[in-house]
């Protein structure tokens, strides 16, 4: 009896150390289970923060555009292309809404013939042809309507540009430029690190760029550490997805010009402090998302 009671006692040790391993194993992949959906949970915060943040510096953009092709002080002064007092108005105004709105941004005027009549923060530079290159500067004269996108020039911004209207006719336009700056500062408040991506075949027009650090197939547009990017596969991106790297983990998105032609990725970063790996990418179609979800 004692034989068989040892032996029994060896079997039900052995069967209790397998059910406590077993146990263990079920409880380690579910709190990894866990860890991986409160980490996309965030993820989508971090994607719809961005995305609307974007969407408020265009609004943002789009009614200073308005505001400012429609000022009688900026008209006169272009009716009469006396450049010195331009730059004299349209700075004092910026100065002011600067301060009344804590914002940055530029200011460019073009001619009716597309080509610069005043850039705010340069009174040296005139008679720019920019038809050539400026996507959305063309759409503005054909259509008399303002517009707001990401647009890439010599440098990559977000612009918006509003026609100046005589007698129902189109005599130039007025475009407000604004960096990414902002939204990096105010991402970095909710824990977020904003990372704009150009794709480097692009640099043959964004001229102003080419010293920019780079990573991969990438240059890096806003201030920020490129460093966190490292160890990232980056050449294989689809649309939109999930990626990370051993200290961060990043939600993407692709973002568009008006020709629908792709210029590069924006990435929203959040600290990745257990350590996961998530790679999941998308195509817009696959996934079922409506093109209006694309940033341009």
Request: proline share 1%.
């Amino acid at each position: 009896m004692g034989f068989l009671s040892s032996k029994t006692n060896k079997y039900l040790f052995i069967i209790l150390i397998l059910t406590s391993f077993f146990i263990s194993l079920i409880f380690y992949f579910l709190n990894n289970i866990n860890n991986s959906n409160n980490l996309l949970n965030k993820l989508e915060n971090s994607l719809t923060t961005t995305k609307n943040l974007f969407e408020e510096q265009k609004r943002y953009a789009l009614s200073l555009a308005i505001l400012l092709s429609e000022d009688k002080e900026i008209i006169s002064s272009f009716i009469k292309q006396d450049r010195e007092e331009s730059f004299e108005i349209v700075n004092k105004k910026i100065k002011t809404l600067k301060q009344l709105q804590n914002s940055n941004f530029e200011i460019q005027i073009h001619n009716k013939n597309l080509t610069t009549y005043l850039r705010s923060w340069d009174i040296s530079i005139k008679d720019v042809p920019l038809g050539f290159f400026r996507q959305g500067l063309v759409k503005v004269i054909k259509q008399k309507k303002p517009l707001v996108s990401i647009e890439l020039g010599k440098r990559l911004n977000i612009k918006a540009i509003s026609p100046i209207i005589k007698n129902n006719e189109y005599i130039g336009s007025v475009e407000v430029i604004v960096d990414f700056e902002y939204l990096s500062q105010e991402l970095k408040k909710k824990g977020y690190e904003l990372f704009v991506l150009l794709d480097k075949e692009h640099l043959k027009i964004a001229k102003d760029l080419k010293s920019n650090k780079k990573i991969e197939n990438y240059v890096l547009i806003n201030k920020t550490n490129i460093h966190n990017l490292e160890n990232l596969d980056l050449n294989n991106l689809k649309d939109y997805g999930y990626i990370s790297n051993k200290n961060y983990s990043f939600v993407y998105f692709s973002y568009y010009d008006l020709q629908n032609i792709h210029l590069g990725y924006i990435l929203t970063g959040i600290k990745n402090n257990k350590h996961l790996n998530i790679n999941n990418n998308y195509d817009y179609e696959t996934v079922n998302i409506d093109s209006k979800v694309k940033i341009r």
